[in-house]
């Protein structure tokens, strides 16, 4: 669901703040799923920008919006976004903007030039598993090998799990297979009983 943002500017009407009213509203939208890193890193990234550019509806000047969206300073945002792949956070905000901004050409044209080339890198499937192989890096501190191999991510915690990660761009969802095998000693058929239990039921979940 949508954030719901007011675009409405009666003459002489300040425009929206791009920081505090449009990004700030969507990270905490999706503060279950981004790690709080990320989301301070944005907010962060963006707020030295403001300093620079000055385009704070706060004593700023909103058309100085575009020129931070073109430049390299806004790159940093992108591969923030793209390490915990969240591009499409980025253009769900950037459409926000492009709404809100829309009595300023500038601004609404430097949008739409960044929303056609974010569009452009989630539509890549090796852009795609880039970003997913910065997020499953973390696995690695709990001992699971994490590797890119041809266009695929490889997981692995021997002897016990192989899982393989590949995009399909055609439903534009990341596809995991895996494998589970192991060895249980246990003094009672319970336990096994248990394990088994708990495994069948974890694939079934995976499957509904």
Same mark, same amino acid.
């Given at each position: 669901m949508a954030i719901a943002i007011s675009t409405s500017q009666s003459k002489g009407r300040k425009p929206l703040d791009f920081l505090r009213q449009i990004v700030n509203p969507?990270?905490?939208? $999706?503060s279950v799923?981004?790690?709080r890193q990320i989301i301070d890193d944005v907010r962060k990234s963006i707020g030295r920008a403001e300093d620079k550019y000055k385009f704070s509806s706060y004593g700023g000047d909103i058309t100085k919006l575009a020129d931070y969206l073109r430049s390299r300073d806004f790159d940093e945002v992108i591969s923030i976004v793209k390490g915990a792949d969240a591009m499409n956070i980025l253009i769900e905000i950037l459409e926000a903007a492009k709404n809100a901004y829309k009595e300023y050409p500038e601004v609404v044209k430097a949008i739409e030039e960044r929303i056609e080339e974010l569009r452009g890198? !989630? !539509?890549? &499937? &090796?852009e795609r598993i880039d970003a997913a192989l910065n997020v499953l890096k973390a696995?690695? &501190?709990? #001992?699971v090998t994490v590797k890119k191999k041809d266009n695929a991510i490889e997981l692995t915690y021997q002897p016990y799990f192989e899982g393989k990660v590949v $995009? @399909?761009?055609? %439903?534009?969802?990341?596809?995991l297979e895996y494998k589970l095998s192991g060895?249980? !000693?246990?003094? /009672?058929? #319970? =336990?096994?009983? @248990? *394990? *088994?239990? =708990? !495994?069948?039921?974890?694939?079934? %979940?995976?499957? /509904?």
């Open positions: 969507i990270l905490a939208k $999706y799923r981004l790690p890198k !989630t !539509t890549k &499937e &090796e696995l690695e &501190e709990v #001992g $995009y @399909d761009k055609n %439903k534009k969802l990341f596809v060895k249980l !000693t246990a003094e /009672s058929a #319970g =336990t096994i009983y @248990d *394990v *088994v239990k =708990t !495994t069948i039921n974890f694939v079934k %979940k995976q499957l /509904s």
